[in-house]
């Protein structure tokens, strides 16, 4: 393995000492207190999570919408309408693979953003969607194609933000940035319906006093074009993060257990360009011109022969066993969680069914608006309240814990809910939803996002990020090619109960884990490495 020295990795004068009193002083504060730079960074990270679940769970009453202007308010042809409901997250597995592999070996800063530009470019196609012109097939195809780019752009942005994220925080607040950037998800959904809403609000007279209802057309592509503010918002920002220290002495081959310490120590605030010099990793540059010229052609060598190596390393690295295990655990976990969680929020029209707001009476506007306000229940019960939750626990209770519990608590609640399915009251299996959303995100559908980033070494960690969320995507595409079907064959409460099975399975698979809370996976990396170079000798 590539395992050479930086012998020049150095703290910035006056930092070798550890933290001054200020940084002390910071260190008192409970982890979800933030510093200005930690607040920047999440809302450049967080913003892809917002979209995520803004564009993926959108996509619930555009297809209701849909429904009325290219099949006058009859269902969507089954194919189509998971073809559609599937395409962002089939383009997930794609962005995450991709993004996650270029950005350990092109480097964070070389590949962040482009996510961000993939997502713009893709939801202008999107809302261009010529209906007038094609036949309703194929204006769903169209929009079906261009959300599978979206997906890309979107599942670039998992192993992106948790890496960037990563590389900069804390031990003792790590999970803490990652939890707070996760929880964006649920800010996503909220607008969402609230957007829905909103927009609907002001079709009323056209739509339903003029009975206009074609002009739905118009609802849907505003409601899908307000998620561009927050991307072309964020992008600047993004295109010129600086490479973290982390990553640079990780990348540079630092192998010494006591650099990445004194990285701890130091810290890592660098947010811009113009702040971005190499205070952390840099030669010795106090020698003559012609030195300096040479140690840096010896420098680029270097960096050449680590790409070079990359990807030796990288298998070397995951075929031993214990690695293996957990890079196995993260994929498993992730896989059947989304089973059950995508399996359910997107294909809310079963619980909006049990709660009254499934748009079943009235006129088209007011089922379309019912349904709107039935999004936003489901929303604001139990999706924000989980998530953040998580933030404030999950460097006191860990994030194992968290994650079986999690689990457990959400089969409890699918099996009342499959169990009771057709006798349970509305104020019943609306508790019971809200309380199966609550612990989804105070448990697995968090901490599932958090351990890639957290147990796996800088070197490594974007590429196992983006094979564990791929893992993740593929349950649900699952659940969104074959949950109508499935349903309609063994019936709902069936179907509930596999989802029961996948998160019993979960809690199970957790255990090939460990507990990441206050451990730095470059400190145990760096030390395997010395312990095999001492073998070897």
Same mark, same amino acid.
């Given at each position: 393995?590539?395992?050479?020295?930086?012998?020049?990795?150095?703290?910035?004068?006056?930092?070798?000492?550890?933290?001054?009193?200020?940084?002390?002083?910071?260190?008192?504060?409970?982890?979800?207190?933030?510093?200005?730079?930690?607040?920047?960074?999440?809302?450049?990270?967080?913003?892809?999570?917002?979209?995520?679940?803004?564009?993926?769970?959108?996509?619930?009453?555009?297809?209701?919408?849909?429904?009325?202007?290219?099949?006058?308010?009859?269902?969507?042809?089954?194919?189509?309408?998971?073809?559609?409901?599937?395409?962002?997250?089939?383009?997930?597995?794609?962005?995450?693979?991709?993004?996650?592999?270029?950005?350990?070996?092109?480097?964070?800063?070389?590949?962040?953003?482009?996510?961000?530009?993939?997502?713009?470019?893709?939801?202008?196609?999107?809302?261009?969607?010529?209906?007038?012109?094609?036949?309703?097939?194929?204006? *769903?195809?169209?929009?079906?194609?261009?959300?599978?780019?979206?997906?890309?752009?979107?599942?670039?942005?998992?192993?992106?933000?948790?890496?960037?994220?990563?590389?900069?925080?804390?031990?003792?607040?790590?999970?803490?940035?990652?939890?707070?950037?996760?929880?964006?998800?649920?800010?996503?959904?909220?607008?969402?319906?609230?957007?829905?809403?909103?927009?609907?609000?002001?079709?009323?007279?056209?739509?339903?006093?003029?009975?206009?209802?074609?002009?739905?057309?118009?609802?849907?592509?505003?409601?899908?074009?307000?998620?561009?503010?927050?991307?072309?918002?964020?992008?600047?920002?993004?295109?010129?993060?600086?490479?973290?220290?982390?990553?640079?002495?990780?990348?540079?081959?630092?192998?010494?257990?006591?650099?990445?310490?004194?990285?701890?120590?130091?810290?890592?605030?660098?947010?811009?360009?113009?702040?971005?010099?190499?205070?952390?990793?840099?030669?010795?540059?106090?020698?003559?011109?012609?030195?300096?010229?040479?140690?840096?052609?010896?420098?680029?060598?270097?960096?050449?022969?680590?790409?070079?190596?990359?990807?030796?390393?990288?298998?070397?690295?995951?075929?031993?066993?214990?690695?293996?295990?957990?890079?196995?655990?993260?994929?498993?976990?992730?896989?059947?969680?989304?089973?059950?969680?995508?399996?359910?929020?997107?294909?809310?029209?079963?619980?909006?069914?049990?709660?009254?707001?499934?748009?079943?009476?009235?006129?088209?506007?007011?089922?379309?608006?019912?349904?709107?306000?039935?999004?936003?229940?489901?929303?604001? *019960?139990?999706?924000?309240?989980?998530?953040?939750?998580?933030?404030?626990?999950?460097?006191?209770?860990?994030?194992?814990?968290?994650?079986?519990?999690?689990?457990?608590?959400?089969?409890?609640?699918?099996?009342?809910?499959?169990?009771?399915?057709?006798?349970?009251?509305?104020?019943?299996?609306?508790?019971?939803?809200?309380?199966?959303?609550?612990?989804?995100?105070?448990?697995?559908?968090?901490?599932?996002?958090?351990?890639?980033?957290?147990?796996?070494?800088?070197?490594?960690?974007?590429?196992?990020?983006?094979?564990?969320?791929?893992?993740?995507?593929?349950?649900?595409?699952?659940?969104? *090619?074959?949950?109508?079907?499935?349903?309609?064959?063994?019936?709902?409460?069936?179907?509930?109960?596999?989802?029961?099975?996948?998160?019993?399975?979960?809690?199970?698979?957790?255990?090939?884990?460990?507990?990441?809370?206050?451990?730095?996976?470059?400190?145990?990396?760096?030390?395997?490495?010395?312990?095999?170079?001492?073998?070897?000798?």
């Amino acid at each position: 393995m590539a395992t050479h020295t930086n012998s020049n990795l150095t703290l910035q004068p006056g930092r070798e000492g550890g933290l001054d009193e200020y940084e002390r002083a910071r260190e008192d504060r409970p982890p979800f207190v933030l510093s200005y730079a930690e607040v920047k960074l999440l809302g450049i990270a967080g913003v892809g999570f917002f979209l995520d679940a803004y564009d993926l769970f959108i996509i619930n009453p555009v297809a209701t919408m849909l429904q009325y202007r290219l099949y006058g308010g009859h269902a969507l042809p089954a194919g189509l309408q998971g073809f559609v409901k599937a395409s962002a997250n089939i383009g997930s597995v794609i962005g995450q693979f991709t993004f996650g592999f270029a950005a350990d070996y092109f480097g964070r800063k070389a590949v962040y953003g482009k996510e961000l530009m993939i997502i713009i470019v893709a939801t202008i196609f999107s809302i261009s969607d010529p209906t007038g012109d094609l036949s309703p097939a194929g204006s *769903l195809i169209w929009l079906g194609v261009w959300r599978i780019v979206l997906g890309i752009g979107i599942g670039g942005d998992y192993p992106m933000s948790a890496s960037v994220s990563t590389d900069r925080a804390r031990l003792r607040k790590r999970g803490t940035m990652l939890a707070y950037i996760f929880a964006n998800q649920g800010w996503g959904s909220l607008v969402g319906s609230l957007a829905t809403i909103i927009v609907l609000a002001c079709y009323k007279n056209v739509m339903d006093t003029k009975g206009e209802v074609s002009k739905v057309d118009g609802v849907w592509r505003i409601i899908v074009g307000l998620s561009l503010i927050p991307a072309f918002g964020t992008l600047y920002q993004r295109l010129t993060l600086p490479e973290a220290k982390r990553f640079e002495a990780a990348r540079e081959g630092a192998d010494d257990e006591s650099a990445f310490k004194q990285l701890e120590a130091a810290g890592d605030d660098r947010l811009h360009e113009k702040t971005g010099t190499k205070e952390m990793a840099t030669v010795n540059t106090t020698g003559s011109g012609s030195d300096v010229e040479e140690g840096e052609r010896g420098r680029s060598k270097a960096l050449a022969a680590e790409k070079k190596a990359h990807w030796r390393d990288f298998f070397v690295y995951f075929s031993e066993w214990k690695h293996a295990r957990t890079l196995l655990g993260t994929c498993l976990c992730w896989f059947l969680l989304d089973i059950a969680f995508y399996g359910i929020n997107l294909n809310q029209n079963v619980v909006l069914q049990q709660i009254g707001f499934d748009g079943s009476s009235g006129s088209d506007w007011e089922r379309l608006f019912k349904i709107g306000i039935g999004n936003l229940i489901i929303t604001a *019960l139990g999706f924000v309240p989980g998530y953040y939750v998580t933030v404030l626990t999950i460097e006191v209770l860990g994030r194992k814990w968290i994650q079986i519990q999690g689990f457990l608590m959400a089969a409890l609640f699918l099996g009342i809910m499959a169990g009771l399915f057709h006798s349970l009251s509305t104020a019943a299996f609306v508790v019971c939803f809200a309380l199966l959303q609550f612990f989804f995100n105070f448990g697995a559908n968090t901490t599932t996002y958090c351990y890639p980033a957290e147990v796996f070494p800088t070197r490594f960690r974007a590429s196992a990020h983006g094979i564990s969320a791929a893992s993740g995507k593929a349950g649900a595409i699952i659940s969104a *090619l074959v949950f109508n079907s499935l349903a309609e064959d063994i019936g709902t409460p069936a179907v509930l109960w596999i989802f029961f099975g996948c998160c019993l399975a979960g809690a199970v698979a957790t255990l090939l884990l460990p507990e990441v809370k206050g451990r730095d996976p470059d400190v145990i990396y760096a030390e395997e490495m010395k312990a095999k170079r001492a073998g070897l000798a």
